[in-house]
């Protein structure tokens, strides 16, 4: 018989300490750093897997993949337009799929990266963040903080998680665009469902 215990939540703040070389915050102490330097943060949902489980001929995918960095730059260059240093775009800690592309277009556009991760996220390889606030065990753990930090939001793609977390957004009257043309449950929303969203 094992006697082997669960993480304990220092030992778990320990490994993101490790992995990252992220300033770690918890939701209250961002929340008040936010307001007291006035930030704007920009939520990014999308799908969080590989590209290549899209079954797309390299070729195609290559092309698919380019497309998505156009339409999600053009967002993210249009919020930075807007908050210029006060920007930060927030997005699940993992380093793949539309979040992967969202870190390296942060990255050439010189805005800050964050992220409300639950520990699950330490199995995979993380991206490049300014800023983690770990939350929770497993994914969905941290959807309320992630809305609640959040002044607007960005969906590519994406599946169950983030389909609730855009309705949340849209519930809580937030700013939310739809990008459409990359599958998900972005491209089986509508106006229907999301009134004062923007569609793309």
């Given at each position: 018989m094992?006697t082997?215990?669960?993480?304990?939540?220092?030992?778990?703040?320990?490994?993101w300490r490790?992995?990252?070389?992220a300033?770690?915050?918890?939701?209250s102490?961002?929340?008040?750093?936010?307001?007291?330097?006035?930030?704007?943060?920009?939520?990014?949902?999308?799908?969080?897997?590989r590209?290549?489980?899209s079954?797309?001929?390299?070729?195609?995918?290559?092309?698919?993949?380019?497309?998505?960095?156009?339409?999600?730059?053009?967002?993210?260059?249009?919020?930075?337009?807007?908050?210029?240093?006060?920007?930060?775009?927030?997005?699940?800690?993992?380093?793949?799929?539309?979040?992967q592309?969202?870190?390296?277009?942060?990255?050439?556009?010189?805005?800050?990266?964050?992220?409300v991760?639950?520990?699950?996220?330490?199995?995979?390889?993380?991206?490049?963040?300014?800023?983690?606030?770990?939350?929770?065990?497993?994914?969905?753990?941290?959807?309320?903080?992630?809305?609640?930090?959040?002044d607007?939001?960005v969906?590519?793609g994406?599946?169950?998680?983030?389909h609730?977390?855009i309705?949340?957004?849209?519930?809580?009257?937030?700013?939310?665009?739809?990008?459409?043309?990359?599958?998900?449950?972005?491209?089986?929303?509508?106006?229907?469902?999301?009134?004062?969203?923007r569609?793309?």
């Amino acid at each position: 018989m094992s006697t082997s215990k669960p993480a304990t939540r220092s030992s778990r703040r320990a490994e993101w300490r490790q992995r990252t070389d992220a300033e770690i915050l918890t939701d209250s102490s961002f929340a008040a750093r936010k307001s007291a330097e006035g930030l704007y943060v920009v939520g990014v949902l999308g799908f969080a897997g590989r590209w290549e489980r899209s079954g797309l001929a390299p070729d195609a995918l290559a092309a698919f993949i380019d497309e998505a960095r156009e339409f999600l730059g053009r967002e993210l260059l249009r919020a930075q337009q807007a908050h210029g240093d006060r920007l930060v775009v927030c997005t699940g800690a993992t380093n793949t799929g539309v979040l992967q592309l969202t870190y390296e277009l942060c990255s050439a556009l010189g805005i800050r990266t964050m992220s409300v991760a639950p520990d699950r996220a330490l199995n995979y390889e993380l991206g490049p963040l300014d800023f983690v606030i770990p939350l929770g065990e497993y994914f969905g753990d941290e959807s309320e903080a992630f809305v609640r930090l959040g002044d607007e939001f960005v969906l590519l793609g994406g599946g169950k998680q983030s389909h609730q977390e855009i309705l949340a957004a849209h519930l809580a009257g937030k700013p939310v665009t739809i990008i459409q043309g990359f599958g998900g449950i972005a491209d089986e929303l509508s106006p229907a469902d999301l009134s004062n969203a923007r569609w793309v």
